[in-house]
């Protein structure tokens, strides 16, 4: 297609793995650029031929479009050729029999200097088929294809240049080959490229051909170069501080080959490889540079020529590792790796590899560097498209190396030359190490090693772990309804009735004895007679049939006709006792003395149970927690969440058994819960059920949308298992996540930022000179009165939001310090000040690449800043301490040693919670010394004293910790237990304020009794009975808010209400 319009006559001619297969015959060209060649060719392939499976992976079929001139007198026929297309036979070896392809037609240039566009101008429509498929199904399922991509070598060393002779730049690595044998895969003329601009993605992969004459036919169809992260691969230099280094190493001087090459790997070859890579994860990658010698007449073959010829310069080595190819599903890796200089004892000791490959092949590369060929450089077309002389001659000369090559004596190097040799390449190899060259190559399988378990099997096997679905209750709301109308209708008509019975022989009196038997049936006849003759008993009736229809489409579910008349005459009887029974019901219900009461409704709402469990639970009263929890599952057992705190309520309480069945009733009303399934396999790893839990972890792996929590925990779950490579690539794909999720956040901030910024600074940097009542908030403890004003307060936010630049006066106005503590605090903040002014950061104050700079601001909102802290504060909500540890010890190293404040904090929690009160100390000792404003550490030390006993030094902590313009997370309980130390210090005033505090941010039982107790000892008993029954009616089970109550019925001399709360308060 597509033909130039000044060529008359073509013919293609074919070739594969350096033979022609034929030519085509000679075509002319249609006026619309077209020619029908209608050419069919054919070649053998077999396992032990000259055309091997491996061959018809990595070699193309070579299509070369001839124009064939027009012949002059006494003149042979002449060609030239016009351009050149390839045709991947790749489909053969995936299970296809017979495709076809639109072979892209690339020109071929009239002169070496000609630049032609890369585009393709033309193409071929080409159909490759065989007659039976080359592999079987056996042979299909169990082998594979592997494919190695050398892109380039970077910050190589200044010795590379451009000029001087010519350099041949290789590459090489070893694999394994059909059957138990080993190939290696060359990779060479490299082209040294000076610095500039970067190399661009997407670029095409190129054939690793050499009699190609059209250079846009090098370039491999569909295959594709794409990049990507440079934290997404899975070589090294892949951390945030080699982002800067990689940026610029790209755009200086490398050598780029842009060269795949593939092997074709029988089952045996397939068992191969993955024993080799269990055996040893570092394959060596070997990198050197030939000089090139120009051929010249006359001269015989290089072989009888000195070692100078045959010697490789700058021997290099990278190490990859291939262990990741063994992970479920990992089908290809990619990344940069280091170049070492080549020595015999490193490489072996790292990879188990005794020879060399350039070394075991010097003496074929030497015999080929004569005919090397440099991609972009034109070949004459004698060479390209040889004559049958030029053939024979060929092979002759073929024959002829062949022999020379074995009658040849090998030649042995002495100890003395390989020694010299070594030291050579040492010498150069330094370099490599010194420039911090680095190779990006990629390899790939077309199906991965280890199968990966799919979506719909993971499900299946958790589908049978967990028990089945409960079934819904059968729908009964209509019947129910129908009832009610029915008793509703029934009431009303009795009370009509009654009604009208008054009117007639008026209401009876209660002294007026009894009316015997004959009044009344003169009554009855009377009161039947008004109704009939009025019409009210036909209103009646109409009234009730609406509700009778109702209960038989909705009680009976009857809609049709009868079939037979004693079926409808059965129906009515039914129908009839039902009535009548359910008319006696309602009667009663209406003309009984004593009614029962209603049910009370409950008042408390879901997410006051829950706050109610908490509190129960930090109070160490598991048994009333576990009966709020009990209390919301009874109120609906087809609510997730309840099941899932219930169950973290089993785990504080070490109950991991009864904690399993709680995450699995939550699992069994939704199996693609991702929170459920990560706490099954946490718990299912706690009771050593290793396999269950790594099936929950993989399926919540494979949700959507990701969750970074599942990927760290995963990781977790790996490394328990000695499962480094599948823990690294979670943790990998875990901070892939973080860094998207943070850099979306990071984008609405600044854009909030572009149009208030200026706002928000003039707020926060001017305040108010005379603050009206409203704008003033004053707070008294001991010695300490703070009084600041709204935009005060936004002040200091931003004082210490903007690079931790706050001032030594607003130190001294938080708390109450000695003068020698203030000047040391404000030596520590003038250090910290010209610390980020010079942007160097000191006393660990930075993290690692995924740490910035903590806030002096610290609080609930601010969130973590790396995937292990966002696991923790996830495994910290459900109590699973032990996964706590390992994902803290993996903060610390992701630290480099240096730990945050957050981590000495949820360290102390963990202690706490375990009752380890010394440890817990040194923890929140050491977070001070780190961050020594923050609200939420204050507060655990509170919390660390109150439980010591220690109320003065506890009472310091609470107060300290609600000074702060940033609220702590605790602060509930800061209000009670510092409301409960001033009632036992008898300061009932400041207790009844900091209870009221607590009450208005979060009222409970506890938080009213305070207040209770605290106005009952300032003898102000209204205040006192209304605040506690407020907590009476949020907890009536409180024995002490009964007991309160009775003292102030005492006091108030309600000797009957008194005994009645006395009862109660023994009772519960």
């Given at each position: 297609?597509?033909?130039?319009?000044?060529v008359s006559?073509?013919?293609?001619?074919?070739?594969?793995?350096?033979?022609?297969?034929?030519?085509?015959?000679?075509?002319?060209?249609?006026?619309?650029?077209?020619?029908?060649?209608?050419?069919?060719?054919?070649?053998?392939?077999?396992?032990?031929g000259?055309?091997?499976?491996?061959?018809?992976?990595?070699?193309?079929?070579?299509?070369?479009?001839?124009?064939?001139?027009?012949?002059?007198?006494?003149?042979?026929?002449k060609?030239?050729?016009?351009?050149?297309?390839?045709?991947?036979?790749l489909?053969?070896?995936?299970?296809?029999?017979?495709?076809?392809?639109?072979?892209?037609?690339?020109?071929?240039?009239?002169?070496?200097?000609?630049?032609?566009?890369?585009?393709a101008?033309?193409?071929?429509?080409?159909?490759?088929?065989?007659?039976?498929?080359?592999?079987?199904?056996?042979?299909?399922?169990?082998?594979?294809?592997?494919?190695?991509?050398?892109?380039?070598?970077?910050?190589?060393?200044?010795?590379?240049?451009?000029?001087?002779?010519?350099?041949?730049?290789?590459?090489?690595?070893?694999?394994?080959?059909?059957?138990?044998?080993?190939?290696?895969?060359?990779?060479?003329?490299?082209?040294?490229?000076?610095a500039?601009?970067?190399?661009?993605?997407?670029?095409?992969?190129?054939?690793?051909?050499?009699?190609?004459?059209?250079?846009?036919?090098l370039n491999?169809?569909?295959?594709?170069?794409i990049?990507?992260?440079?934290?997404?691969?899975?070589g090294?230099?892949?951390?945030?501080?080699?982002?800067?280094f990689r940026?610029?190493?790209?755009?200086?001087?490398?050598?780029?080959?842009?060269?795949?090459?593939?092997?074709?790997?029988?089952?045996?070859?397939?068992?191969?490889?993955?024993?080799?890579?269990?055996?040893?994860?570092?394959?060596?990658?070997?990198?050197?540079?030939?000089?090139?010698?120009?051929?010249?007449?006359?001269?015989?073959?290089?072989?009888?020529?000195?070692?100078?010829?045959?010697?490789?310069?700058?021997?290099?080595?990278?190490y990859?590792?291939?262990?990741?190819?063994?992970?479920?599903g990992?089908?290809?890796?990619?990344?940069?790796?280091?170049?070492?200089?080549?020595?015999d004892?490193?490489?072996?000791?790292?990879?188990?590899?005794?020879?060399?490959?350039?070394?075991?092949?010097r003496?074929?590369l030497?015999?080929?560097?004569?005919?090397?060929?440099?991609?972009?450089?034109?070949?004459?077309?004698?060479?390209?498209?040889?004559?049958?002389?030029?053939?024979?001659?060929?092979?002759?000369?073929?024959?002829?190396?062949?022999?020379?090559?074995?009658?040849?004596?090998?030649?042995?190097?002495?100890?003395?030359?390989?020694?010299?040799?070594?030291?050579?390449?040492?010498?150069?190899?330094?370099?490599?190490?010194?420039?911090?060259?680095f190779?990006?190559?990629?390899?790939?399988?077309?199906?991965?090693?280890?199968?990966?378990?799919?979506?719909?099997?993971?499900?299946?096997?958790?589908?049978?772990?967990?028990?089945?679905?409960?079934?819904?209750?059968?729908w009964?709301?209509?019947?129910?309804?129908?009832?009610?109308?029915?008793?509703?209708?029934?009431t009303?008509?009795?009370?009509?009735?009654?009604?009208?019975?008054?009117?007639?022989?008026?209401?009876?009196?209660?002294?007026?004895?009894?009316?015997?038997?004959?009044?009344?049936?003169?009554?009855?006849?009377?009161?039947?007679?008004?109704?009939?003759?009025?019409?009210?008993?036909?209103?009646?009736?109409?009234?009730?049939?609406?509700?009778?229809?109702?209960?038989?489409?909705?009680?009976?579910?009857?809609?049709?006709?009868?079939?037979?008349?004693?079926?409808?005459q059965?129906?009515?009887?039914?129908?009839?006792?039902?009535?009548?029974?359910?008319?006696?019901?309602?009667?009663?219900?209406?003309?009984?003395?004593?009614?029962?009461?209603?049910?009370?409704?409950?008042?408390?709402?879901?997410?006051?149970?829950?706050?109610?469990?908490?509190?129960?639970?930090?109070?160490?009263?598991?048994k009333?927690?576990?009966?709020?929890?009990?209390?919301?599952?009874?109120?609906?057992?087809?609510?997730?969440?309840?099941?899932?705190?219930?169950?973290?309520?089993?785990?504080?309480?070490?109950?991991?058994?009864?904690?399993?069945?709680?995450?699995?009733?939550?699992?069994?009303?939704?199996?693609q819960?991702?929170?459920?399934?990560?706490?099954?396999?946490?718990?299912?790893?706690?009771?050593?059920?290793?396999?269950?839990?790594?099936?929950?972890?993989?399926?919540?792996?494979?949700?959507?949308?990701?969750?970074?929590?599942?990927?760290?925990?995963?990781g977790?779950?790996?490394?328990?298992?000695?499962n480094?490579?599948?823990?690294?690539?979670?943790?990998?794909?875990?901070?892939?996540?973080?860094?998207?999720?943070?850099?979306?956040?990071?984008?609405m901030p600044?854009?909030?930022?572009?149009?208030?910024?200026?706002?928000?600074?003039?707020?926060?940097?001017?305040?108010?000179?005379?603050?009206?009542?409203?704008?003033?908030?004053?707070?008294?403890?001991?010695?300490?009165?703070?009084?600041?004003?709204?935009?005060?307060?936004?002040?200091?936010?931003?004082?210490?939001?903007?690079?931790?630049?706050?001032?030594?006066h607003?130190?001294?106005?938080?708390?109450?310090?000695?003068?020698?503590?203030?000047?040391?605090?404000?030596?520590?903040?003038?250090?910290?000040?010209?610390?980020?002014?010079?942007?160097?950061?000191t006393?660990?104050?930075?993290?690692?690449?995924?740490?910035?700079?903590?806030?002096?601001?610290?609080?609930?909102?601010?969130?973590?800043?790396?995937?292990?802290?966002?696991?923790?504060?996830?495994?910290?909500?459900?109590?699973?301490?032990?996964?706590?540890h390992?994902?803290?010890?993996?903060?610390?190293?992701?630290?480099?040693?240096?730990?945050?404040?957050?981590?000495?904090?949820?360290?102390?929690?963990?202690?706490?919670?375990?009752?380890?009160?010394?440890?817990?100390?040194?923890?929140?000792?050491e977070?001070?010394?780190?961050?020594?404003?923050?609200?939420?550490?204050?507060?655990?030390?509170?919390h660390?004293?109150?439980?010591?006993?220690?109320?003065?030094?506890?009472?310091?902590?609470?107060?300290?910790?609600?000074?702060?313009?940033?609220?702590?997370?605790?602060?509930?309980?800061?209000?009670?237990?510092?409301?409960?130390?001033?009632?036992?210090?008898?300061?009932?005033?400041?207790?009844?304020?900091?209870?009221?505090?607590?009450?208005?941010?979060?009222?409970?039982?506890?938080?009213?009794?305070?207040?209770?107790?605290?106005?009952?000892?300032?003898?102000?008993?209204?205040?006192?009975?209304?605040?506690?029954s407020?907590?009476?009616?949020?907890?009536?089970?409180?024995?002490?808010v009964?007991?309160?109550?009775?003292?102030?019925?005492?006091?108030?001399?309600?000797?009957?209400?008194?005994?009645?709360?006395?009862?109660?308060?023994?009772k519960?």
């Amino acid at each position: 297609k597509t033909i130039k319009s000044n060529v008359s006559v073509t013919l293609v001619r074919v070739e594969y793995n350096g033979a022609i297969l034929g030519d085509s015959s000679k075509t002319d060209v249609l006026p619309n650029g077209t020619a029908n060649y209608n050419f069919t060719t054919s070649f053998e392939c077999s396992p032990d031929g000259p055309n091997s499976l491996d061959d018809v992976a990595q070699k193309p079929v070579l299509l070369t479009v001839i124009e064939v001139l027009q012949k002059e007198k006494r003149q042979k026929e002449k060609t030239t050729p016009l351009g050149q297309a390839v045709v991947d036979l790749l489909p053969l070896l995936q299970g296809q029999c017979s495709f076809k392809a639109s072979a892209p037609l690339y020109a071929v240039p009239t002169s070496p200097l000609e630049s032609l566009h890369p585009e393709a101008k033309g193409g071929l429509e080409v159909t490759v088929y065989t007659k039976e498929p080359l592999l079987s199904e056996t042979q299909l399922s169990n082998s594979n294809i592997l494919s190695v991509t050398l892109e380039a070598a970077y910050s190589v060393p200044e010795a590379f240049a451009s000029t001087g002779p010519l350099q041949n730049y290789m590459s090489c690595l070893q694999v394994p080959a059909v059957g138990e044998k080993e190939i290696p895969l060359l990779f060479t003329n490299g082209i040294l490229k000076l610095a500039g601009e970067k190399e661009a993605f997407p670029r095409p992969k190129k054939w690793p051909l050499a009699n190609i004459m059209a250079p846009g036919a090098l370039n491999i169809p569909n295959a594709f170069i794409i990049g990507g992260p440079y934290e997404d691969e899975d070589g090294e230099l892949n951390k945030k501080e080699d982002r800067e280094f990689r940026i610029q190493a790209e755009r200086m001087k490398r050598v780029v080959w842009d060269m795949e090459r593939r092997c074709y790997l029988d089952p045996t070859a397939v068992a191969m490889l993955q024993k080799r890579i269990a055996e040893c994860r570092y394959w060596p990658v070997e990198v050197c540079r030939m000089s090139v010698a120009s051929s010249s007449k006359g001269k015989t073959s290089k072989v009888y020529k000195g070692d100078e010829d045959k010697q490789i310069f700058f021997h290099g080595v990278a190490y990859v590792n291939m262990v990741p190819l063994l992970c479920p599903g990992v089908k290809q890796i990619r990344g940069a790796f280091r170049i070492f200089p080549y020595q015999d004892s490193e490489v072996f000791e790292k990879t188990k590899t005794q020879h060399s490959v350039f070394r075991d092949l010097r003496r074929q590369l030497s015999l080929t560097k004569e005919e090397s060929w440099t991609p972009g450089i034109n070949t004459p077309l004698s060479r390209a498209v040889p004559s049958k002389t030029q053939k024979e001659d060929k092979i002759t000369k073929d024959k002829n190396s062949n022999r020379r090559m074995s009658n040849a004596p090998k030649i042995q190097l002495s100890d003395a030359t390989v020694e010299a040799e070594n030291d050579t390449n040492c010498l150069d190899g330094q370099q490599y190490t010194e420039a911090g060259t680095f190779l990006v190559m990629e390899i790939k399988l077309d199906k991965a090693l280890v199968p990966k378990r799919s979506r719909e099997e993971l499900s299946r096997r958790v589908k049978q772990m967990i028990p089945p679905r409960p079934q819904l209750p059968p729908w009964t709301t209509g019947a129910k309804k129908a009832m009610e109308d029915y008793h509703n209708h029934i009431t009303s008509i009795a009370v009509a009735i009654l009604s009208e019975y008054h009117e007639l022989f008026g209401k009876p009196q209660p002294d007026g004895g009894v009316i015997d038997l004959p009044t009344l049936e003169e009554q009855k006849r009377q009161l039947n007679f008004t109704l009939n003759s009025s019409g009210k008993y036909f209103a009646f009736k109409e009234q009730l049939k609406y509700a009778v229809v109702k209960i038989v489409r909705e009680k009976y579910l009857k809609t049709t006709a009868f079939e037979t008349q004693e079926q409808f005459q059965a129906f009515l009887s039914e129908l009839y006792v039902y009535l009548v029974d359910q008319m006696h019901v309602a009667l009663n219900q209406l003309l009984s003395k004593e009614a029962a009461p209603p049910a009370p409704v409950s008042h408390t709402t879901e997410e006051q149970l829950r706050f109610f469990a908490r509190e129960a639970e930090v109070n160490k009263d598991y048994k009333l927690a576990s009966l709020y929890h009990q209390q919301r599952l009874a109120q609906d057992q087809c609510n997730i969440q309840y099941w899932l705190d219930y169950g973290a309520f089993c785990l504080l309480l070490e109950e991991t058994t009864k904690a399993q069945e709680c995450f699995r009733q939550a699992l069994s009303l939704d199996p693609q819960h991702t929170q459920s399934l990560l706490l099954c396999g946490i718990v299912a790893t706690m009771l050593q059920h290793y396999e269950e839990a790594e099936l929950f972890f993989e399926d919540a792996c494979c949700l959507e949308p990701p969750s970074i929590d599942a990927w760290t925990l995963a990781g977790l779950f790996y490394e328990l298992q000695n499962n480094n490579t599948q823990a690294e690539m979670a943790f990998r794909e875990a901070k892939k996540l973080l860094q998207a999720e943070l850099a979306k956040e990071r984008c609405m901030p600044e854009a909030a930022e572009g149009e208030g910024g200026e706002k928000h600074v003039a707020a926060g940097s001017v305040s108010s000179p005379s603050p009206g009542p409203k704008e003033c908030l004053t707070a008294s403890h001991g010695n300490l009165v703070l009084k600041t004003t709204d935009p005060g307060i936004v002040s200091c936010k931003e004082i210490f939001t903007h690079f931790w630049k706050p001032s030594r006066h607003f130190l001294l106005s938080l708390f109450p310090v000695s003068v020698v503590l203030c000047s040391k605090l404000g030596s520590l903040w003038q250090m910290l000040c010209s610390c980020f002014r010079n942007n160097k950061p000191t006393l660990g104050l930075i993290g690692t690449c995924f740490l910035p700079a903590p806030s002096s601001v610290s609080g609930p909102s601010q969130p973590p800043c790396t995937i292990f802290m966002k696991a923790v504060e996830f495994l910290m909500k459900v109590n699973a301490i032990q996964f706590v540890h390992r994902a803290l010890a993996h903060e610390l190293l992701s630290l480099q040693g240096v730990p945050s404040c957050e981590y000495y904090l949820v360290l102390a929690q963990t202690y706490l919670l375990k009752e380890d009160l010394s440890r817990c100390e040194e923890c929140l000792c050491e977070a001070l010394r780190i961050d020594y404003v923050n609200p939420n550490v204050w507060a655990q030390k509170g919390h660390l004293c109150y439980l010591k006993r220690d109320f003065g030094k506890a009472r310091q902590c609470y107060e300290r910790t609600l000074s702060f313009a940033e609220d702590t997370a605790d602060r509930h309980f800061v209000y009670l237990r510092l409301g409960s130390i001033y009632l036992e210090e008898k300061e009932y005033g400041r207790a009844k304020q900091t209870y009221l505090l607590a009450c208005k941010n979060s009222a409970s039982c506890l938080t009213w009794l305070g207040v209770g107790i605290a106005c009952y000892r300032l003898e102000e008993l209204l205040e006192a009975e209304d605040a506690l029954s407020e907590a009476n009616a949020l907890d009536n089970t409180n024995a002490e808010v009964w007991g309160y109550l009775t003292l102030i019925c005492l006091q108030g001399r309600r000797q009957l209400e008194a005994e009645q709360c006395y009862k109660y308060t023994v009772k519960v």
